[in-house]
């Protein structure tokens, strides 16, 4: 049966190529899986939305009689049966996906919030200062050099490519954007391999057109 | 077999209550299975505790011939095929468990790390200013107020107790202690509610004596 993928009907430049259905249209397309999306309205949140989604968040799946949020959960739903989440690796690769999802962005955040809210105050909130925002960006390095300890010698996280890749390189994804992995050799390899994936590519330029679309739609409705 | 929980040897004041090996201690509890505790020194991080856990970070448990660090990994781990984590509710519980450690955590984190800024500038930087925290605060309570939403009329975040309501529970009893939910009645209850379980009682219990226990032996040993 085919899947339904539900995100948002638009949204402006800033969090393009980073709003997380990304994240389910990239393992869709590594497991060969077809599907088809539908939209809900960023602003204001439907009552439909909130009742899929209590936080007003995508992505949201229905996948036959189950609907599914959390980018997380839906990965390990995805991934049950197939090479992103084989058997003999559950644990370490359930490991690694809470470790992108919990661990590396929990100290990600705290130093994200800070940039953006030199950007977009009205997002974000006011900025914080500099020696906040250095005292957060060293915490994150010092993380970061741990995650580049690890893939010392290694192409993927755990093992072969899996689901914790798809949650570790799209966490880090957003603080190469941010210029962070600059001196982060190791690191920027491991996002430009897993953004060569024909699976990525796919997923992005679908992604992107999607609000490419929808800013179409908008412009022949204006 | 018995399984084996590692932890910090010792932490000061601030963090008892609140240290991670206590979500495992409570699952453990919950589902009635015996384990012993080993230690890795707090500072200096051991090359051992490394190896274990690249983050230098703990719980860590070591099950038969699995070694296996994150709280959310471990949670589903020992819930398999237990009352924890029934077969049935296996997605929602897992999208419950993202959702307490991404979406509420990921928000809490923001703000946490203002408040305990100011109290302890020399682990957590300096502060970032009152119009900033109070950003983060408005955030925080509008996330708050959504598992509000989808707590009125349930007891437990995913139907019957899961490791899901381990993971949320633990994720606001940090923001219970801060004062956070003195206006939010339903999470009160459902964290007070959650504290009263027989497993969380003996868990803590055992988690204070621990540090107790190493404040001892600093004693005697000093």
């Known amino acids: 049966m085919t899947l339904t993928l539900i995100t948002l009907d638009w949204v402006p430049d800033f969090p393009r190529g980073f ?12 497991i060969g899986r077809p599907y088809h999306v539908e939209t809900v309205p960023m602003q204001p949140k439907s009552d439909t939305h909130r009742a899929m989604q209590p936080f007003g968040q995508v992505p949201i799946i229905r996948d036959a009689d189950l609907t599914l949020f959390e980018s997380g959960a839906i990965l390990l739903h ?9 058997e003999a ?13 919990n661990t590396v962005e929990l100290t990600s955040v705290v130093w994200v919030s800070k940039v953006l809210a030199e950007r977009w105050p009205e997002f974000f909130g006011p900025p914080s200062g500099e020696e906040s925002k250095a005292f957060a960006r060293q915490a994150l390095k010092t993380r970061l050099s ?14 072969a490519f899996s689901l914790a890749d798809i949650a570790m390189v799209d966490t ?13 050799p190791i690191l920027s390899a491991y996002v430009a391999r897993a953004e060569a ?9 679908d992604h992107m057109a999607h609000w490419q679309r929808a800013d179409a739609t908008m412009a022949r409705t204006a």
Do not use: H, N, S, Y
């Open 19 to 30: 709003v997380r259905d990304l994240r389910v249209r990239w393992a869709l397309e590594e």
């Open 78 to 86: 995805l991934g049950e049966g197939t090479a992103l989440l084989p």
């Open 89 to 101: 690796r559950r644990a370490e690769i359930t490991q690694w996906l809470f470790a992108a999802l």
């Open 146 to 159: 741990e995650v580049e300890t690890v893939l010392e010698g290694r192409d993927w996280i755990a093992g």
């Open 172 to 184: 880090l994804r957003v603080l190469a954007g941010e210029g962070m992995l600059g001196d982060m």
């Open 197 to 205: 994936r024909p699976a990525f590519v796919r997923a992005m330029a």
